[in-house]
């Protein structure tokens, strides 16, 4: 895992998906995980999305994401309650603060929503590389001369991130101070960082351009892919088992399971 | 309106795609760590790159702008159904620039944006544009969250306005300022890559009072559906249909407006 990317490089099942089966598998959560208000409805997709993350190494990934998904959780505990109504028996009385059954149910609801898409994600780009993300794109459909542009800047971007640092570095020994001041102050002080950053970016679009057409680049002829691959046997199972389980999820919602 | 479909024609507009994505990417994602509501939002200097990129690079910039927020979000470990409203919200932060510079009379300075001619009218006409902007991005982002019950319309939207504009605007000046030169130098100004027929036109009598709907529409369904949100309950389902009726508007306007970038650069 490098510090641009978040794809880890393994040999599990999920791994060896098409990026079109992974996908159906991450939107099947994702469903679940939108489908029920009950806390303990959502909390299934949430252990699944969790449990398959750890077991494809994803752990180092969740690691330095966790802060984040711990700070939405909680966000989504404290701001939820003021956004519905409340019902059933008081469970928190401080005073000032008081919590029915339903609104802590519901916050507890909307939380592990986040979570599981959080998590659902991470899963997607914990086993899926640029490469397939981006044939996996043009296998759906979507226009090459989009997946071509995807592609450049996810290769590009990696590019200027490094030149952003050595920029960031070389300011900074000229006595930049990026972390003084007010918010207005600090956001002033980006300048420097970021005119040499684009300008670099920008002064190779006419080479690069060039270069492309020289060698026959033309968006609206159909292309091929080196790493395109395509449904084998286990990607049609998963995608059908996906279908299911997003049927099977809208189905309970309708029958009444999952609602607060 | 059809250059935004047509512009992947060109090979330069499609490089400019990529690289306004990796760009925006490369900015957003190392000051993620840099956060103003843990969880919510950070302190984020990429958010003055769709405004200037659109003002320049026309709809290249609202394209690269949508990937490179969805980069950030991959990347960043926060892609999942809220990214489709992260594309389609930067799509329009992008894509608000170049429809509204030189279109808000007789607000506008009608000169080229680079803050050497009129420069106090122009950071007028350029606050007005980051500001409706930065409000549409926020409603369409707030609005697909709270639809999938993320997080409420009343705290994102006013969130996403606040830190997109305040960077947008403290930023953009200076940036234009020492860029814009530079880069129409290089030939790389959207007049001057797309084909003048793809250019759409602002010569409709429409187009003054499109140009401010697309100022004054997102700015009140901000106010209008943070007042429904906080209404709790019922409001909710109405801050979907509020939505839903928004973005039609928003892009009945954004489809009648011209630009005028290549009016003023002599480009036709």
């Known amino acids: 895992m490098s510090a641009t990317s978040l794809y880890v490089d393994r040999g599990t099942w999920i791994h060896r998906l098409d990026a079109r089966s992974t996908l159906a598998f991450v939107l099947a959560i994702f469903v679940s995980g939108y489908i029920f208000d009950d806390p303990r409805f959502a909390a299934v997709p949430l252990v699944v999305a969790f449990v398959s993350l750890i077991a494809v190494g994803g752990w180092p990934n969740f690691k330095r994401l966790s802060p984040i998904v711990a700070a939405l959780f909680v966000v989504g505990l404290v701001v939820w309650p003021l956004f519905t109504g409340p019902g059933g028996p008081t469970v928190i009385d401080l005073g000032p603060l008081v919590l029915s059954e339903r609104e802590l149910l519901f916050a507890l609801g909307r939380s592990e929503r986040i979570a599981v898409f959080i998590v659902g994600g991470l899963l997607f780009v914990t086993t899926t590389s640029n490469e397939e993300i981006v044939s996996g794109m043009r296998q759906l459909g979507i226009p090459f001369a989009f997946c071509f542009a995807v592609g450049t800047a996810l290769r590009l971007f990696p590019t200027f991130i490094d030149a952003a640092g050595t920029v960031k570095q070389a300011q900074e020994a000229r006595g930049l101070d990026l972390s003084d001041g007010n918010l207005i102050e600090r956001l002033r002080s980006f300048v420097p960082l970021l005119v040499p950053v684009f300008m670099t970016a920008f002064r190779n679009v006419n080479t690069q351009s060039m270069a492309l057409e020289a060698r026959g680049f033309d968006t609206r002829r159909d292309r091929t892919f080196y790493g395109a691959s395509s449904m084998g046997g286990i990607d049609w199972a998963v995608t059908v088992a996906s279908l299911v389980v997003i049927v099977g999820v809208v189905g309970l919602r309708l029958a009444g399971y999952g609602t607060l | ?268």
């Open chain 2, 1 to 268: 309106m059809r250059e935004i479909f047509t512009m992947w024609r060109d090979t330069r507009m499609i490089m400019l795609v990529a690289v306004v994505a990796a760009v925006y990417a490369a900015v957003l994602i190392p000051f993620q760590t840099f956060q103003i509501i843990p969880g919510i939002t950070s302190i984020r200097p990429a958010n003055v790159f769709p405004v200037i990129f659109g003002i320049m690079f026309g709809p290249a910039a609202a394209w690269g702008s949508a990937i490179g927020n969805l980069i950030g979000d991959i990347f960043g470990g926060t892609f999942g159904p809220g990214s489709v409203g992260g594309f389609v919200g930067n799509f329009t932060f992008g894509l608000i620039g170049y429809k509204l510079w030189g279109n808000l009379t007789p607000l506008s300075s009608r000169v080229e944006p680079d803050f050497r001619e009129n420069a106090g009218v122009q950071l007028v006409e350029y606050a007005v544009i980051a500001i409706a902007a930065s409000a549409a991005c926020a409603v369409i982002i707030a609005w697909v969250v709270d639809l999938l019950g993320l997080v409420p319309f009343a705290v994102l939207g006013p969130t996403i306005l606040i830190n997109n504009s305040i960077a947008a605007i403290v930023l953009g000046p200076p940036l234009l300022y020492l860029t814009y030169p530079r880069l129409k130098e290089m030939g790389l100004l959207y007049p001057d890559l797309l084909r003048s027929e793809d250019l759409s036109s602002a010569g409709s009598n429409l187009n003054p009072i499109a140009a401010w709907g697309l100022v004054v529409v997102p700015l009140v369904w901000l106010g209008v559906g943070f007042l429904l949100s906080t209404g709790a309950g019922a409001g909710l389902t109405s801050v979907t249909a509020l939505g839903a009726v928004g973005i039609l508007v928003l892009a009945a306007c954004a489809v009648i407006v011209g630009e005028r970038l290549s009016t003023i650069v002599g480009r036709v």
